[in-house]
């Protein structure tokens, strides 16, 4: 048992290490910038990239994950029952019945309630268990050893605008610090200790600007699929089979629901996402009638109950009031945008 202990807290250890390097890269291109170059005239944008991109990278390293409410765990008496089952039949029902109230239009590849035995819930729509963190995440997207964290719900936002930040910030130092490289390999810089900064400054913010730009792409058009990274390799499970758009509401709305309907808060680091994490609205169910009943349980099993969907809130609802013909247009808009950023 104590072996078992160090060894996780080992672990928690060993993976703040990529978080201390990039905030050691940070500090020290900092210093580059501002102490040994000090270009006075690109200073004060400088320190606005630099403020809003730490502001949110540490939004989302400390951001806790949002996890299940306690509606979603079993009640006790079903929980024993569950444990002492050793037929996963059996299990199942137990899990249909405590499943009947909840909001769930997802379920396994196999047609059955999706539950963590490690966490002891029934996994909400979008919600995976994270083996990093040992714990179910609401919306999970994947886990950030960048920033020794889950993204998902609570901190997906966060992490788009530290992408977009970090993006900006790597940009704007090689493009200023472009001319002084130059003159370093033509042999016209002063010879000066600050040569080696200006060699480093310009590879590290080059070497970055490529790798987060073809991270910042991929998750814009994540953003306008409405999709998870999980659910873009492993499409969401409906009633009416899988589906790699069943979530996505039209490029637009799906903006909206990861940075709020109030456009003045989509460029700062504060949480203004939609919705509780739990339920999200779907496209099946705003166009298939039989979709507004639930049906939970598995074909075979001959104990179809048609279980109601939970009412939306008002901002679900908002993003369900537009029509469908225009998510079609504004999802091919988006597919030629994104290829053309990814491609060309």
């Not at 995440?137 to 788009?160: A, E, Q, R, T």
Request: net charge positive; charged share 15%; with cysteine.
């Amino acid at each position: 048992m104590a072996p078992t202990h160090i060894l996780r807290c080992c672990q928690r250890g060993l993976s703040w290490i990529p978080v201390i390097f990039i905030a050691l890269v940070v500090c020290w291109s900092y210093y580059a910038y501002v102490v040994e170059l000090c270009i006075l005239v690109y200073l004060i944008f400088f320190h606005l990239s630099f403020i809003m991109f730490v502001w949110s990278y540490w939004k989302t390293i400390f951001t806790k994950p949002a996890n299940p409410s306690k509606e979603f765990c079993l009640p006790k008496p079903e929980k024993e029952r569950y444990e002492k089952e050793a037929r996963p039949e059996s299990q199942q029902e137990i899990l249909w019945r405590a499943a009947s109230t909840l909001p769930l239009y997802t379920r396994t590849g196999a047609g059955a309630i999706r539950y963590c035995d490690r966490c002891q819930v029934i996994k909400p729509d979008r919600c995976h268990h994270c083996s990093a963190c040992d714990m179910c995440v609401l919306k999970m997207d994947h886990h950030c050893p960048w920033v020794n964290n889950c993204v998902g719900f609570s901190n997906y936002k966060f992490f788009i605008l530290f992408l977009a930040y970090s993006l900006v910030y790597c940009l704007f130092i090689a493009a200023t610090v472009l001319q002084y490289f130059i003159k370093f390999w033509t042999n016209e810089l002063a010879d000066t200790h600050a040569k080696f900064h200006v060699l480093f400054l310009f590879f590290v913010a080059a070497m970055f600007c490529i790798s987060i730009l073809s991270l910042f792409s991929y998750h814009l058009w994540l953003v306008g699929k409405n999709r998870s990274t999980i659910e873009a390799f492993r499409a969401p499970v409906f009633r009416t089979g899988s589906d790699k758009n069943g979530f996505s509401l039209g490029f637009r709305k799906n903006i909206v629901q990861v940075f709020g309907d109030q456009k003045k808060y989509w460029l700062l680091p504060v949480f203004t996402s939609q919705g509780d994490g739990l339920t999200f609205p779907t496209r099946l169910v705003n166009a298939d009638v039989e979709q507004a009943t639930v049906n939970l349980h598995p074909e075979p099993t001959k104990i179809v109950t048609d279980l109601p969907a939970s009412p939306l809130s008002d901002s679900q609802n908002r993003l369900l009031s537009n029509d469908q013909q225009a998510n079609h247009i504004e999802d091919h808009l988006i597919a030629i945008i994104i290829k053309l950023l990814l491609f060309n």
